[in-house]
């Protein structure tokens, strides 16, 4: 009885792969409907209105780490005056040299470069719109307004003092 159930099963396997010849006969029908290939078509891609253009990395007050260092040339640096250049330099460029007091305070204070420049009370030294609201003795309080990263308008005071002799306390 085992002999037989051996000899269907080996007749069974042998009829099923006879069946699988390796090669494709397109000619050979399965029953089923053909698959119909499918129609690729070419699209253009959409242009982006005006308004999607505009949109872009814009933040004020702090300088945009994605755009070059601007270059000021030597004649560009002649021409502007005391205003402009002490608008253009950082307040840790800057340090105060000196303060002459009385009726109208003036301060002196020196670039990176050593170059010297007088500022008053209201003049606007620094970025963020940095304005010196106060000149006494011991220093220069300078006001600057500026935007945090959510739109909020902050003030920072910042106070730039004299350097102290050796031996002064």
Do not use: W
Request: some cysteine.
């Amino acid at each position: 009885m085992n002999k037989k159930i051996i000899i269907v099963l080996l007749m069974l396997v042998s009829f099923a792969f006879s069946g699988c010849s390796g090669s494709k006969d397109e000619n050979v029908s399965t029953g089923l409907p053909a698959a119909k290939k499918p129609v690729v078509q070419k699209v253009k891609p959409a242009a982006p209105s005006e308004e999607e253009q505009k949109t872009g990395y814009e933040v004020q007050g702090t300088r945009d780490p994605f755009q070059a260092y601007e270059i000021i040339k030597l004649d560009d640096y002649s021409r502007m005056g005391t205003d402009e250049i002490l608008q253009n330099v950082t307040l840790g460029q800057i340090a105060l040299t000196g303060v002459i007091l009385g009726n109208d305070p003036k301060a002196l204070v020196q670039d990176a470069s050593g170059t010297g420049y007088i500022i008053k009370e209201g003049m606007h030294v620094g970025e963020n719109s940095g304005i010196v609201t106060k000149i006494n003795k011991d220093g220069v309080t300078i006001k600057q307004h500026f935007k945090d990263y959510m739109g909020k308008v902050n003030t920072r005071e910042v106070v730039l003092t004299l350097k102290k002799e050796e031996g002064e306390k």
